[in-house]
């Protein structure tokens, strides 16, 4: 599964955004395809220079991401490599081509239902969903990386007992600056 990045959420949400405002799509189109889009906005390349690279490997993207290697120099892996550093996988990359990871679908609004490949609503949904699935991931790995502050705190001064002492308070619920 992809690594939660925050450039692949906006890279996600920008693509869908642009599909939405109705930007040339085509499915069987290597800069204008679902991952085309995707890489337009991670590698800010447009269309037809996405489409020059993709050519100089053979085969659609789920291909190309299955047979590329990462220190060939070959123009397509460095169109890989942009997306594999955002935070994909080469099977991400074929389950975006093909709409189809299980874990997306599930995420959907209204819950898990098959889409289209070559729908253009369908690609912004799905990568919708993703885009909010890795947002709840990175949120929960950041909430449990969050450093702890640790501090004294005492009862409230009707209940009996002595003050609590090192009370560990999570940063995320803390109204508290670290700083």
């Not at 800069?31 to 890489?39: F, M, Q, R, S, T």
């Not at 942009?82 to 997306?104: C, F, M, Q």
């Not at 799905?126 to 709840?136: D, T």
Request: aromatic letters at 6%; glycine letters at 8%; a negative charge.
């Amino acid at each position: 599964m992809a690594k939660p990045t925050p450039l692949l959420i906006d890279a996600l949400r920008q693509a869908a955004g642009r599909l939405r405002e109705g930007a040339h799509y085509a499915w069987g189109h290597h800069g204008a395809c679902n991952c085309g889009h995707l890489l337009q906005v991670v590698t800010r390349l447009s269309e037809s220079d996405i489409l020059t690279h993709a050519h100089t490997g053979t085969g659609e993207w789920t291909e190309i991401a299955a047979e590329s290697c990462a220190v060939s120099g070959a123009p397509f892996s460095l169109l890989l490599l942009a997306l594999e550093d955002a935070g994909l996988t080469p099977t991400d990359i074929h389950h975006i081509e093909y709409l189809d990871s299980k874990e997306v679908l599930r995420n959907l609004p209204g819950g898990i239902r098959w889409l289209k490949k070559n729908i253009r609503q369908d690609v912004i949904d799905y990568f919708e969903a993703f885009a909010h699935l890795l947002e709840v991931q990175l949120q929960q790995h950041t909430a449990l990386t969050a450093p702890v502050i640790t501090g004294k705190m005492r009862t409230h001064r009707y209940s009996e007992g002595p003050p609590q002492e090192q009370v560990k308070i999570p940063l995320a619920e803390s109204h508290l600056s670290p700083f």
